[in-house]
């Protein structure tokens, strides 16, 4: 027997309990912002190597790059010479050609006067900042009148289709909505605590407050009063219309889609509709837009804007726009912080020793994914994501995909992963092959970022193998027979025969037996060859907590009897058998009728479905001995183990591809089996039930929140699996394997631990009612459970009379370590 190692560090059980302590108000601290460009507490002093709080969310934007970000956000090239509108599209102002048909004019009018106050976060300036309140007043009315007049409508529409609020607003909590706006019920709840400071985190850990990531949160609650049901419904179906820089993208609204997320939004309040015009006021309104200088952002028929004024210097930071002492200048509500960034970005970028500074595309595309917060919903590298508090408002049609099936996908390495063609068809062309996502990607406008899928290209490369296609057409003799080689065996390797990837993939448009996947023939079209042989070889380097096993741990092929088990042969012909489109032939195994599955000569078999007795990333093993088990992936634990017949699948309805175990089964708890805890875990955290009657998953972030991470499987030559996770710290790799002479076999489960330090990781052997035979020996129904001679804990479990656990704190040495426990199935 070995050493043994944990979880996390000391220090990683701290930040654990603490953040356990301050998760509500951490929660509220988030959510209750409006607006993403005020988070951040302000800092003395800003560098330009420091990453920047003033933008939102988790990039790799220094101080001064966020500078550079935020002068273009708030246009202050529209009056300032020497702006440089850079390799990222300037935001544009709304359009008012048609204002009076679009917003309230009560609410425009105040708004005008009040920005800031009327839509905390806007980045509409203050133009009367300097003016008495009654001339404030008196202008707003003016210039609304003219914005009304000049409308082509002069009021809102009416509302004349039925809309359906309560569709409204599972709309906007699933979509994708609130990766920029935040969850609005949570915000209702939050609203009514007393509002907390960054003082508040004061006895949290300082490495845990670094690592928070502020979610986007831009504010709605206007709305009610700026737009009708109608109105916001036309905006919201096609907001590039009316605000061309993308900054509000296109979510590929259906109009009755759009007309209930507004209802939603507005509720039942009422807006003011129409204005009656009044002649005298539209001329003055006319006059003071031209005044104002507004047509240095609003272009309007007739109206020309002011000659622009001198450049952004050093010299003039100490009056002006952003600090409230610029006399008659606009005021920008904007944080000390992002003042900073913009200064220390002005004093960089005007040094007279200094050449003028020019984005690489590194830093080009950092900006543009944090400008339209891309990095709100994907990761790149080491930044962005989603942040934990919205996590459960990312979801799928098929929970056997885990993550894969419900967080978009990251965006590291997506210029050597996608073909160019293909990426624009996504980015500009709204194309989509992942149907079981609900959240939907946003169509930003090619004008805005046409330039991504030239840039990606220039900088993610990869060095997979260059997949040849088999040239047939006048080919040599033996180039044919290698094609119809290739094509033969990359038909048997998808099929039920070979690797079974049907058995979660579509193929051609038919449903798998299982999980719904990406269909198999939109590969080629998609991917870069260089990436589809990356990925085949190891799944988990690209997507760490895919259900994507590999069929080639290390490059070594698990599958021998095809194309002598080479690697590189095997690949090729999936690559070149994908290539043929609809014109494959469907491999082996493509079916819809409900089968009992065997386990049929000397190999294992493996099916992942939803199973009551495995939850919904469920994993049935097989082994020739006529011993299984079911493997719960989302919690790292074995969840019933059985004798004799395999599994009985549902291949049809909803959770398709479900299995049960062909006998009867010995159930075990389906909570995490591994936990760090610092001292006895007082109580073993369960996983959350749902029933009929609470369908919505009360901690829907459980495994996670105990330190669990899936990190996918292996298959040996024998296609017995090696399950991947972790623990915190600790990296777990679980192997099942029968010992022991027929008729007195044992089930004997190997545990192998990598950790970068000493520590103890607490393993729940058994829970229900168990009986102790001896020191090492423990039996729950007719399952004996047998342990090396080490330490353990036998205790009752709180509000289960009658049943114990059985727990065992290993004491894990840095490096590798094993542990070995052995299952039996006892005669009844």
């Known amino acids: 027997m070995g050493q043994f190692e944990v979880i996390g560090s000391k220090n990683g059980t701290q930040l654990l309990k603490t953040h356990q302590q301050v998760s509500w108000r951490f929660i509220f601290v988030n959510l209750i912002v409006l607006w993403a460009m005020q988070w951040g507490a302000a800092k003395p002093a800003l560098s330009a190597e420091t990453e920047s709080a003033a933008w939102p969310g988790l990039h790799p934007l220094t101080a001064a790059q966020v500078g550079s970000l935020l002068i273009h956000e708030l246009k202050c090239g529209a009056c300032h010479t020497g702006v440089e509108s850079g390799r990222i599209s300037e935001k544009t102002a709304p359009d008012l050609t048609n204002v009076g048909g679009r917003v309230s004019p009560k609410y425009l009018q105040e708004f005008i006067a009040h920005p800031a106050q009327k839509h905390p976060g806007t980045t509409m300036p203050d133009l009367l900042a300097s003016r008495p309140e009654t001339d404030r007043t008196a202008i707003a009315e003016a210039i609304t009148q003219f914005l009304v007049d000049q409308s082509k409508e002069k009021s809102l529409p009416a509302a004349g289709s039925q809309f359906d609020q309560l569709r409204g607003k599972t709309l906007y909590h699933s979509i994708g909505c609130v990766a920029c706006h935040g969850p609005r019920e949570v915000f209702e709840q939050v609203s009514e605590k007393p509002k907390e400071t960054d003082d508040d985190f004061d006895d949290e850990p300082e490495d845990h407050r670094e690592k928070r990531v502020q979610p986007v949160a831009f504010g709605l609650d206007h709305v009610r009063e700026k737009y009708n049901v109608a109105s916001l419904s036309q905006f919201l179906f096609a907001p590039l219309h009316v605000r061309q820089s993308g900054r509000m993208p296109d979510m590929k609204l259906k109009p009755d889609e759009a007309l209930s997320i507004a209802a939603y939004l507005v509720g039942d309040s009422k807006v003011d509709e129409s204005l009656k015009t009044d002649e005298r006021l539209v001329h003055r309104g006319r006059q003071y837009f031209q005044e104002l200088n507004c047509a240095a952002c609003h272009s309007l028929p007739g109206i020309t804007a002011a000659k622009r004024?001198?450049?952004?210097?050093?010299?003039?930071?100490?009056?002006?726009?952003?600090?409230?002492?610029?006399?008659?200048?606009?005021?920008?509500?904007?944080?000390?912080?992002?003042?900073?960034?913009?200064?220390?970005?002005?004093?960089?970028?005007?040094?007279?020793?200094?050449?003028?500074?020019?984005?690489?595309?590194?830093?080009?595309?950092?900006?543009?994914?944090?400008?339209?917060?891309?990095?709100?919903?994907?990761?790149?590298?080491?930044?962005?994501?989603?942040?934990?508090?919205?996590?459960?408002?990312?979801?799928?049609?098929?929970?056997?995909?885990?993550?894969?099936?419900?967080?978009?996908?990251?965006?590291?390495?997506?210029?050597?992963?996608?073909?160019?063609?293909?990426?624009?068809?996504?980015?500009?062309?709204?194309?989509?092959?992942?149907?079981?996502?609900?959240?939907?990607?946003?169509?930003?406008?090619?004008?805005?970022?046409?330039?991504?899928?030239?840039?990606?290209?220039?900088?993610?490369?990869?060095?997979?193998?260059?997949?040849?296609?088999?040239?047939?057409?006048?080919?040599?003799?033996?180039?044919?027979?290698?094609?119809?080689?290739?094509?033969?065996?990359?038909?048997?390797?998808?099929?039920?025969?070979?690797?079974?990837?049907?058995?979660?993939?579509?193929?051609?448009?038919?449903?798998?037996?299982?999980?719904?996947?990406?269909?198999?023939?939109?590969?080629?079209?998609?991917?870069?060859?260089?990436?589809?042989?990356?990925?085949?070889?190891?799944?988990?380097?690209?997507?760490?907590?895919?259900?994507?096993?590999?069929?080639?741990?290390?490059?070594?092929?698990?599958?021998?009897?095809?194309?002598?088990?080479?690697?590189?042969?095997?690949?090729?012909?999936?690559?070149?058998?994908?290539?043929?489109?609809?014109?494959?032939?469907?491999?082996?195994?493509?079916?819809?009728?409900?089968?009992?599955?065997?386990?049929?000569?000397?190999?294992?078999?493996?099916?992942?479905?939803?199973?009551?007795?495995?939850?919904?990333?469920?994993?049935?093993?097989?082994?020739?001995?006529?011993?299984?088990?079911?493997?719960?992936?989302?919690?790292g634990t074995i969840s019933g183990i059985w004798k004799g017949d395999y599994i009985q699948v549902n291949w049809s309805g909803q959770g398709s591809g479900d299995f049960q175990p062909a006998t009867e089964a010995v159930t075990l708890p389906q909570d995490v089996s591994f936990l760090q805890f610092e001292g006895e875990p007082t109580v073993w955290p369960r996983m959350p039930v749902m029933t009929k009657e609470a369908r919505t998953n009360p901690d829907p972030l459980y495994p996670k929140n105990v330190g669990y991470q899936f990190r996918g499987y292996t298959l040996d030559e024998d296609h017995i699996p090696t399950f991947s996770y972790r623990s915190g710290a600790v990296d777990i790799f679980d192997r099942t394997q029968i010992l022991g002479d027929p008729g007195n076999e044992r089930l004997q489960r190997i545990f192998r631990f990598e950790s970068p330090t000493t520590q103890t990781l607490w393993f729940r052997g058994l829970a229900g009612k168990i009986t102790k035979e001896d020191s090492q020996t423990f039996r729950l129904g007719n399952l004996r459970l047998s342990i090396p001679e080490i330490p353990f804990r036998l205790r009752e479990i709180p509000d289960q009379a009658g049943e114990v656990e059985l727990l065992i704190p290993l004491q894990i040495s840095q490096g590798q370590s094993t542990l070995e426990v052995n299952y039996e199935l006892l005669s009844k």
């Open 309 to 635: 004024v001198n450049r952004l210097s050093e010299t003039s930071l100490s009056r002006g726009c952003l600090t409230g002492k610029g006399g008659k200048s606009p005021r920008y509500a904007v944080s000390r912080e992002q003042r900073l960034a913009m200064e220390l970005f002005i004093k960089e970028s005007t040094k007279s020793d200094s050449p003028p500074v020019i984005d690489t595309d590194q830093v080009a595309i950092a900006k543009t994914l944090a400008t339209f917060h891309c990095i709100a919903c994907h990761t790149r590298d080491d930044f962005g994501g989603v942040p934990d508090i919205y996590n459960m408002f990312f979801t799928g049609n098929d929970l056997k995909l885990g993550d894969d099936g419900r967080i978009p996908p990251p965006l590291t390495h997506v210029g050597a992963k996608l073909r160019p063609a293909w990426l624009k068809k996504v980015l500009f062309d709204g194309e989509s092959v992942r149907p079981y996502m609900v959240t939907r990607m946003p169509q930003y406008g090619e004008l805005n970022i046409g330039h991504l899928p030239e840039m990606f290209a220039s900088v993610d490369h990869l060095q997979g193998k260059d997949l040849t296609i088999p040239d047939v057409e006048g080919a040599k003799p033996q180039d044919r027979e290698r094609e119809k080689l290739l094509r033969q065996a990359g038909r048997e390797l998808l099929g039920d025969k070979g690797l079974n990837c049907i058995a979660c993939h579509s193929f051609n448009g038919r449903s798998s037996q299982g999980s719904q996947g990406i269909d198999l023939l939109t590969s080629y079209q998609r991917l870069q060859p260089q990436y589809f042989d990356s990925y085949l070889r190891n799944p988990g380097s690209f997507r760490p907590r895919t259900v994507m096993p590999t069929a080639w741990p290390n490059g070594v092929a698990t599958f021998t009897t095809i194309l002598d088990g080479e690697t590189d042969h095997q690949i090729e012909a999936i690559w070149y058998y994908l290539s043929l489109g609809t014109s494959a032939a469907d491999p082996s195994g493509l079916r819809s009728v409900n089968t009992k599955l065997v386990v049929d000569g000397s190999k294992a078999q493996i099916h992942r479905g939803r199973s009551r007795i495995a939850g919904y990333r469920g994993i049935a093993v097989g082994l020739p001995e006529r011993w299984n088990y079911a493997f719960n992936a989302e919690t």
